[in-house]
T-cell receptor
Framework: DQQVKQNSPSLSVQEGRISILNCDYT??????FLWYKKYPAEGPTFLIS?????DKNEDGRFTVFLNKSAKHLSLHIVPSQPGDSAVYFC?????????????FGKGTTLSVSS | GAGVSQSPSNKVTEKGKDVELRCDPI?????LYWYRQSLGQGLEFLIY????????KSGLPSDRFSAERTGGSVSTLTIQRTQQEDSAVYLC??????????????FGSGTQLSVL
């Protein structure tokens, strides 16, 4: 029973174009969402987050959009660069429930070709 | 330390043996988490330590798995009588407080466990 779903296991994009990675969640108690990026043989690193009181958060080339009614969030990378090639994990937590751990999706492998 | 340190980076063991995986969190971080990533799967939550509170063990897949955190710092994940399905990358993460969930986690590079 996956609470956080990333239905696309992979995505291929050309350098300079937009990458859109999608994530769906089922638990309505989730109120904080994060994206992590993982290179091979390394641990995941934090990329960007969004609280449920917002519908958009932007940081440089990265923007996360949250649609609470649809229980859907997306990560936009524009312009995409070859160095963005990695596995991207969506994660969610219920901050109102103290002491709960992040729940991660299965990840989407992004490949950016030059 | 500068980051979360895990050892060993790779561990190959025979089915039925016990293994211990170690995690040194970032100094000052009170919350420590263990996750694992099996082939083709996401990050599966295993266990969470927060300060002196009782750990959240809800993610441990069986009673063969246990973890300790000594002195509020170093943690050891122990897997007894390993099975082939235990093969995965075991990731440790720490965060500054974690008291309300959703804290930004800092991950180590993981231990690749292979059970033959």
């Amino acid at each position: 029973d996956q609470q956080v779903k990333q239905n696309s296991p992979s995505l291929s994009v050309q350098e300079g174009r937009i990458s859109i990675l999608n994530c769906d969640y089922t638990n309505s108690m989730f109120d904080y969402f994060l994206w992590y990026k993982k290179y091979p043989a390394e641990g995941p690193t934090f990329l960007i987050s969004i609280s449920s009181i917002k519908d958009k958060n932007e940081d440089g080339r990265f923007t996360v959009f949250l649609n609470k009614s649809a229980k859907h969030l997306s990560l936009h990378i524009v312009p995409s660069q070859p160095g963005d090639s990695a596995v991207y994990f969506c994660a969610a937590s219920a901050r109102s429930q103290a002491g709960t751990a992040l729940i991660f999706g299965k990840g989407t492998t992004l490949s950016v070709s030059s | 330390g500068a980051g979360v340190s895990q050892s060993p980076s790779n561990k190959v063991t025979e089915k039925g043996k016990d293994v211990e995986l170690r995690c040194d969190p970032i100094s000052g971080h009170t919350a420590l988490y263990w996750y694992r990533q099996s082939l083709g799967q996401g990050l599966e939550f295993l266990i969470y330590f927060q300060g002196n509170s009782a750990p959240d063990k809800s993610g441990l897949p069986s009673d063969r798995f246990s973890a300790e955190r000594t002195g509020g710092s170093v943690s050891t994940l122990t897997i007894q009588r390993t099975q082939q399905e235990d093969s995965a990358v075991y990731l440790c993460a720490s965060s500054l407080s974690g008291g309300r969930g959703g804290e930004k986690l800092f991950f180590g590079s993981g231990t690749q466990l292979s059970v033959l």
